[in-house]
């Protein structure tokens, strides 16, 4: 069984600011990680995913993730957030040792919030 | 034309209609899924197809009736909805492979059931 943990339904931040949004996942086998974002009417973006190897990974748009297996996180940042940034994120879960049909288990999602 | 692709965007219907969703990808996947996303809760995994046969159905309801004719098509028929079933239906297609399995969505269809 997984699960996913986003802290934080809302985050603000200035434009030019730090964005950091926190994903703690629970998984019974190896984990495939993954950041989505969601603009408004529209479908789920693939952001990153860590499958394996190296533990930091890098995305689209400037973001970038960090798996931590000693604290069960996957936390997103990005060094300077953009009003383009403004959207939904979701954090997702699946389980590494299936053959990627198992479905994804996803956090319920921070909707990021830029200041002008 | 690329991607995962959803018709109709935006679809309202009465409770006694019979409608159908429809999904197409073009991305050489061979697994297909059905997600059902209501304002204020987390994504939910309706049905999952792999090479064509259903995999997962998580306790949904039989008023919804998912079909998969082939890998790269996807079908959700509606029927006798209620109110409560208006939600974001979000198609995704993925490679049964191991390392990856990331999905590919699609913009969704917007459902309203009145």
């Known amino acids: 069984a997984q699960s996913v943990t986003q802290l934080g339904s809302h985050v603000s931040v200035s434009e030019g600011a730090l964005v950091l949004l926190r994903c703690n996942y629970s998984?019974?086998?190896?984990?495939?990680l993954f950041w989505y974002v969601q603009y408004p009417n529209q479908g789920l973006q693939l952001l990153l995913k860590?499958?394996?190897?190296?533990?930091l990974v890098k995305g689209i748009n400037g973001f970038e993730a960090e798996f931590k297996k000693s604290e069960t996180s996957f936390h997103l940042t990005k060094p300077s957030a953009h009003m383009s940034d403004a959207a939904e994120y979701f954090c997702a879960v699946t389980g590494g040792s299936g053959g990627g049909a198992d479905g994804l288990t996803f956090g319920k999602g921070t909707h990021l919030i830029i200041q002008p | 034309e690329t991607g995962v692709t959803q018709t109709p965007r935006h679809l309202v219907m009465g409770m006694t209609n019979k409608k159908s969703l429809k999904c197409e990808q073009h991305?050489?996947?061979?697994?297909m899924y059905w997600y059902k996303q209501s304002a204020k809760k987390p994504l939910e995994l309706m049905f999952v197809y792999s090479l064509e046969e259903r995999v997962e159905n998580n306790s949904v309801p039989s008023r919804f009736s998912p079909e998969c004719p082939n890998s790269s098509h996807l079908f959700l028929h509606l029927h006798t909805l209620q109110p409560e079933d208006s939600a974001l239906y979000l198609c995704?297609?993925?490679?049964?492979?191991?390392?990856?399995?990331?999905?590919?969505f699609g913009q969704g269809t917007r459902l309203t059931v009145v």
């Open positions: 991305l050489g996947h061979n697994a």
């Open positions: 995704a297609s993925s490679h049964r492979q191991q390392g990856r399995a990331e999905a590919f």
């Open positions: 998984s019974s086998v190896p984990p495939y």
């Open positions: 860590y499958t394996t190897g190296a533990t």
